[in-house]
């Protein structure tokens, strides 16, 4: 046998090898995890009102995401969270829904819904809708006959006192400028509930018709063909209908009295029986409850309810005055923790009612902001969980910087301001706080580019744009390998490489440093560890390996650092030995 037949050989036979051993490395990590679609997505969240606009008025629409589906394909996310895009009078930005059947005039027609829905299949990306229903608009048929009368058939679609009775105990409202939760109404001579704003009354889900009213709704937009819900507030949606007291205070934990009350369970098994169940939809609650076992009831496969959980004690860490890391390490363990053998989480840091991603928890001077942005989505996008990224965050978009109330356009904010001065606060103090906090910094238009309203419209826009939109801006991105824009593309292809960074069991590791985070994603054999150092400094990470032979997968300075020392928020990901 010839030397060049036998090397031909061998190649083959190495090949073969290389083949039934990949074969048999996928069929490993088939067998030993649950694999489904909604686990390996990367979520990418549009903001319809900010995103783009299409006629001129201002206001982003549908045909303006039409316009943009080929930039949303080339980030690599694989579903679209959209908000809500419903008819409405827009008190809290279409959170507040006059019929869920139809579609916002502001953004356009059903006509439009459509060839949005049709473009991202075409695509290759699934859309997942808000669904608003612990509360609609007062606006809505259902609330403009349920207020009418006390006889009229849909008195119970809501949630009513009568004056007669007395004032009903006391209930905090998030929204209102008295923070109170009942309103009273005189065509009725009663009080309704509403634990969001005036114009958003709470609906009765302890009424069988109204579930089926809700089931219906869901069906309609299921049988057209979307890929998922997204239920707002509904942690919220079951109430004790008695209304007892609560202690005084209560207020200050809120979600401990408001949170997974009555049979909400029992609706949300119901709701997967009569429509989730029918449909291979994704289905997420804002919420988790109140402890780790409210939160598996809400998602353990065999309860029968919901696929993932969407926690709210990490995006709650970031405050002005800074976070602790140690704190931030703490509590997203103990959560994967809590669901490394059973259930399923979300992972994300900003979303809609959150100021921007990289002012809250990265650095948004001009020295730092692209490099802790860039750290920011390394973390997110390699921890266990479906992660969910908000838009304009890829391009490390900052805060607003608004000075004024007048800047201002969220409910939320202005009837807070408006109770402060009521009260005679420090309305410099709060002015500067919600410069931090407010909605408002993540709802200022998408940065498309270097024009007049950074390339958001040829109008007046709704809200001010962040004028630093010349220098961050997705064209100046698209033209820089090293933007923080291209460098999301390379870590969400990254994490689709590699089911180690869906699947694999997460370690933390030297838990006790203050300013940096590591830990490993182990699966099959492959071990993933990722470092990130959280601060303006150098600082190191003790992990106990030899890094010598470990290959940099990802980093986000072009020389990354080795043994563990870190530069200033810097990010590398490492395949270990």
């Known amino acids: 046998m010839n030397a060049p037949y036998t090397r031909f050989m061998a190649f083959v036979v190495f090949m073969l090898c290389s083949l039934l051993g990949n074969a048999q490395s996928n069929q490993n990590i088939t067998d030993t995890i649950n694999r489904k679609w909604w686990k390996e997505a990367v979520v990418y969240q549009v903001y319809p009102r900010s995103f783009k606009d299409n006629d001129g008025d201002g206001i982003g629409d549908l045909k303006g995401i039409i316009s943009k589906l080929d930039y949303i394909k080339s980030l690599g996310v694989d579903v679209v969270w959209l908000n809500p895009i419903y008819s409405s009078p827009n008190d809290d930005n279409g959170y507040d829904v006059s019929d869920y059947r139809n579609i916002m005039k502001d953004f356009g027609t059903m006509d439009d819904f459509d060839a949005l829905l049709k473009g991202m299949h075409a695509r290759g990306i699934k859309l997942v809708m808000d669904l608003v229903v612990n509360h609609s608009s007062d606006e809505h048929e259902w609330f403009k006959q349920s207020r009418s009368s006390r006889n009229n058939q849909y008195r119970e679609y809501y949630h009513w006192w009568n004056a007669e009775k007395g004032k009903p105990p006391y209930r905090y409202s998030l929204f209102d400028v008295n923070h109170d939760a009942w309103r009273y109404d005189s065509l009725s001579n009663a009080y309704y509930l509403h634990y969001f704003s005036r114009k958003q009354p709470d609906l009765n889900w302890e009424n069988p018709k109204l579930r089926n009213e809700v089931y219906g709704i869901m069906k309609f937009w299921a049988d057209k063909g979307i890929d998922g819900f997204r239920l707002d507030a509904f942690q919220f949606a079951a109430k004790d209908t008695t209304f007892p007291a609560f202690p005084k205070g209560f ?22 029986r009569e429509v989730l169940s029918k449909y291979n939809v994704m289905s997420v609650a804002e919420g988790a409850g109140n402890t780790f076992e409210d939160a598996h009831n809400l998602v353990d496969a065999d309860r029968n309810e919901l696929n993932m959980a969407y926690a709210f004690e990490g995006v709650d860490i970031a405050r002005p005055e800074g976070y602790s890391i140690i704190h931030l390490k703490q509590v997203f363990t103990k959560w994967d923790s809590a669901f490394a053998a059973k259930g399923w989480l979300s992972i994300f840091l900003a979303n809609h009612d959150q100021a921007r991603l990289v002012s809250r928890f990265g650095n948004d001077s001009p020295e730092f902001r692209a490099v802790s942005s860039k750290m920011l989505t390394t973390f997110l996008l390699t921890m266990r969980g479906t992660p969910y990224y908000y838009n304009g965050d890829e391009l490390g978009m900052t805060n607003a910087g608004f000075s004024t109330i007048n800047d201002y356009r969220d409910v939320q904010t202005l009837n807070e301001y408006q109770r402060q001065k009521n009260i005679g606060a420090d309305l410099p103090a709060y002015l500067k706080l919600i410069a ?142």
């Open 251 to 272: 207020e200050k934990n809120f979600t401990q009295y408001y949170g997974m009350q009555g049979n909400l369970h029992g609706y949300l098994q119901e709701m997967d």
């Open 436 to 577: 931090f906090e407010s909605r408002d910094n993540a709802r200022t238009p998408f940065q498309w580019n270097s024009t007049t309203n950074a390339g958001f419209t040829t109008g007046t826009p709704w809200i001010k744009v962040n004028p630093n939109y010349k220098s961050i801006n997705a064209v100046a991105q698209e033209k820089d390998i090293n933007s923080t824009l291209n460098y999301f593309r390379q870590m969400v292809k990254l994490r689709k490489d590699n089911l180690t960074l869906v699947y694999g069991k997460y370690t933390l590791l030297d838990a006790q440093n203050p300013d940096t985070y590591a830990y490993t994603r182990e699966l099959n054999g492959k071990k993933l560890l990722v470092l990130l150092n959280f601060t303006n400094k150098t600082a190191s990470a003790q992990t106990g390996m030899d890094l010598g032979n470990a290959t940099v997968l990802i980093s986000n300075y072009q020389k990354p650092s080795k043994n563990g020392t870190l530069m200033p928020y810097e990010a590398v990901v490492y395949e270990v030995k």
